[in-house]
């Protein structure tokens, strides 16, 4: 049996990240741009706009509280993503 394996490192910065998702992650930490549908199941689905503005949906949860807190993790999320790409910080110095 073969087993194919690939690493990937996401912290280079060697590769390149399109303008286009920069937008998306620009637009994607704006709550203004979710929202919460309740589901015929009873679930509650976190869906985002995105730049054509149309609605995606990312998760489902059973409370609407639970969705609104995979959103604020989203947001977070993407606001760290961005925070990367002004470059590293620094934490502590030395003399």
């Known amino acids: ?3 194919y394996y690939k690493t990937y490192s996401w912290n280079k910065r060697d590769t390149e990240i399109s303008e286009k998702t920069i937008d998306l992650w620009q637009k994607l930490v704006e709550k203004k741009n979710w929202r919460i549908v309740q589901l015929p199941n009873g679930f509650f689905q976190a869906e985002y706009q995105d730049l054509e503005d149309k609605w995606q949906d990312v998760t489902r949860r059973e409370t609407i509280e639970g969705a609104e807190a995979a959103i604020d993790g989203s ?9 990367y790409l ?3 910080t620094v934490v502590k110095t030395f003399e």
């Open 1 to 3: 049996m073969t087993f």
């Open 75 to 83: 947001i977070e999320h993407y606001t760290k993503k961005l925070d």
């Open 86 to 88: 002004k470059g590293p």
